[in-house]
């Protein structure tokens, strides 16, 4: 009962919107406003579970979506791997990424780490603005076919870009209250307590770390698409 409370909001209030573009209810600039708002939640959610569960931070969600879209618009663009095949490789990449990274960086103080995951940010930045034809420059990448079923119709877009949302908060709901998710409330809570329980503390943060950057490629995939 208590779970099911926990998301009837949010699926009351993503239905409420979905059936009023549906109906063509909104403005036409809502369907904007909707998608970048559904951009935005798609990013920050995981962000939930690496600072309020792990009691960890993280400043390069940005980054790793950049990570997804650059590897979904290539995979799509120059070898022609349809839309929803790319999906696959435009989370893993990311989560690959900031897995190997998660296990040096996530040791240190939280401002430190803040201006660490803010420094591969500006990384990821110059390096994907420095890749010349590969990655468009500055220029980008065009030509880079739309999702199936939905096409270019904003209002599709954003209806299942707003589904995708509300998979991810009822996951999240459910993560929070299994054994995983309380042992990663152990770790923000006390570290040397949760290892003393036999919580693995690097590998459960990495696996966090990864998991977000994999969400943050999806928002990314949605975005290039």
């Not at 010349?132 to 199936?148: E, R």
């Not at 119709?153 to 993560?175: E, G, R, T």
Request: glycine letters at 10%.
């Amino acid at each position: 009962m208590k779970l099911s409370r926990l998301w009837a909001a949010p699926v009351i209030v993503v239905v409420g919107f979905c059936l009023m573009m549906l109906l063509g209810l909104a403005r036409p600039s809502l369907h904007t406003t909707m998608f970048t708002i559904g951009m935005y939640a798609l990013i920050a959610l995981p962000l939930g579970l690496i600072y309020g569960q792990g009691g960890t931070i993280s400043l390069a969600q940005g980054s790793f979506a950049a990570l997804g879209a650059y590897t979904s618009a290539i995979l799509s663009t120059r070898y022609g791997v349809p839309p929803l095949l790319v999906l696959i490789p435009a989370m893993l990449f990311p989560a690959v990424v900031a897995f190997v990274i998660a296990r040096p960086i996530l040791r240190l103080p939280e401002l430190s780490l803040a201006l660490v995951t803010l420094s591969f940010s500006t990384v990821v930045a110059v390096g994907l603005q420095r890749g010349g034809s590969f990655t468009g420059s500055f220029v980008g990448l065009s030509g880079v076919p739309p999702l199936p079923f939905v096409g270019r119709d904003p209002v599709l877009v954003a209806i299942a870009l707003w589904l995708a949302v509300l998979a991810l908060v009822v996951l999240y709901s459910h993560f929070v209250r299994s054994s995983r998710g309380r042992a990663l409330n152990a770790i923000r809570v006390d570290r040397l307590l949760a290892e003393s329980m036999g919580v693995r503390v690097p590998v459960d943060l990495s696996v966090l770390f990864a998991l977000a950057a994999a969400v943050a490629g999806l928002a990314g995939w949605f975005y290039v698409h």
